[in-house]
């Protein structure tokens, strides 16, 4: 049995303290799960099997499983359960692949998958004293992004910043700066276009009660002239900026993925087929850089070579690392996240993976290329990677 997409969509990317700060991310999951049900206007919520949600913080209004909360303030049935995935920046690829497994092991026939952030809202946290008054003052920990009360068990060389891994990363594929610059520029130069082009229009839902109508990260007329001005944000002398690493942000996703016989419930035909899942993990400070065996491992499972793919979207973590997966997935760089990347439009972490999944199948319907591949970083040293198959051209080809 085979798992399809059938819809898609996401709120539009918030900045850090932005359009959407006000925001509690419970609600912004449930604006993202409204709108792809308003995609299949004649389905009754109460046929939906499962809601699987991702979700990489959990630390504040996001609690007591999101997914839950998101169905509840949704107006869904109580009916319809719930869980909350946490694969960090994977989260809700993870939940896509969940979703996509319930349905080709038959468990379920129509599912939600999708995921939410707001690293604005993501509280302070302090560790819990041993014994009750302690003597010595306590620091606030911030759960935005990043490690945070790390057990002194892990070796030093696994916990180091995100940047400063990515800066190793660089070292490993000497990938200068002004390459990092120039796909960074691109980035917002093609996201900015596709907004323009209308190309969003259909796949993101509007956050009721905020005047928020793209994603609000994107910077027009970027180029490499201007990110050549910018400090290097984690070593002296290094390569890594604010401006060709994602920024911090806030946002929802949501994707609805059935079985085949989903779309007489539905009333919708199948915009891709769910071809090949693939995750890969390695050392934590290389988490950069495992996207590339998790992209092998999905193409082998879809039975295809990186010659059969005409569009990819690789979660744009920071530049350096997309630019070395490409590098060492042999593929032509014009077909790399060609409506623009996270870069521009964002990484609010729990909603990224479907994001760029929903993004993958919208490319593909537009141009009608058959496989298409979606690809995620995660830190800790882990990736994720779906390919798609756009239904259409592949019934084509069957006749």
Known sequence: MSSYLYAATRTPFGRFGGALAGVRPDDLAATALTGVLAKAPGLEPAALDEVFWGNANGAGEDNRNVGRMAVLLAGLPTSVPATTVNRLCGSSLDAAIMASRAVETGDAALVVAGGVESMTRAPWVLPKPARGFPAGDATAVSTTLGWRLVNPRMPEEWTISLGEANEQLQERFAIERERQDAFAARSHELAAKAWTEGFYDDLVTPVEGVDLARDESIRE????????????????GGTITA????????????????SAGAASTLGLDPIARIAGRGVHALDPQDFGFAPVEAANAALRRAGIA???????????????????CVDAWCIDGEIVNAKGGAIA??????????????????????????????????????ALAVVLENTRTSEAAAR
């Not at 005409?310 to 690392?321: K, R």
């Not at 990224?352 to 970083?377: F, H, N, P, Q, Y």
């Open 243 to 258: 401006g060709n690493a994602s920024p911090l942000n806030d946002g929802a996703a949501a994707l609805l993925i059935g």
């Open 306 to 324: 990186w010659s059969d793919v005409s569009a990819v979207e690789i979660n744009e973590a920071f530049a350096v690392q997309s630019l070395a």
């Open 345 to 382: 439009i964002g990484h609010p972490l729990g909603a990224s993976g479907a994001r760029i999944l929903g993004t993958l199948a919208k490319r593909l319907t537009e141009s009608g290329d058959r496989w298409g591949v979606a690809a995620i970083c995660i830190g800790v040293g882990q």
């Open 221 to 236: 007329g970027t180029t490499t002239d201007t990110l050549a001005g910018l400090k290097t944000a984690f070593r002296p």
